[in-house]
């Protein structure tokens, strides 16, 4: 007997399908998860940064930017992190805002999952300065 598992994922649409046989076998119809989701905020005060924030990951085969994720109001000037899409990898991030220095995580894995990939979330504290 095959069971097949719906889930809506909250916010974004996105349809994850898995049909599971009876030796526990999962075959998933991949939706898009981010590789890598950076809460960006002030180290001394704590302020959400994001939103006049830029950054990007790389690894040895890809370059992608952070995008707009995840807001605390419906006001855009609040946008509390960034994300980023691609496969697993080893990822070196950076994050760079006028008035702060550049903040970089190297390193950073991110693996499969049995689904999908296993999202990183980091915090990046930025330092006032260059």
């Known amino acids: 007997m ?8 909250a916010g974004s649409g996105a349809l994850a399908l898995s049909a599971c046989g009876i030796m526990g076998s999962v075959d998933c119809i991949q939706p898009m998860y981010p590789v890598i989701v950076v809460e960006i905020r002030d180290a001394r005060t704590g302020a959400p940064l994001a939103s006049e924030a830029r950054g990007t990951i790389r690894s040895a085969t890809l370059v992608d930017s952070l995008r707009p ?15 980023a899409y691609g496969p697993s990898g080893t990822y070196t991030v950076e994050v760079q805002r006028t008035g702060y220095a550049t903040w970089t995580a190297a390193g950073v894995r991110v ?4 689904c999908n990939l296993d999202t990183r979330r980091l915090v990046a504290s930025l330092q006032p300065g260059s």
């Open 69 to 83: 994720a995840e807001y605390s109001t419906s006001d855009p000037a609040v946008m509390l992190s960034r994300q």
């Open 111 to 114: 693996d499969r999952g049995s």
């Open 2 to 9: 095959n069971v097949i598992v719906r889930t809506m994922i």
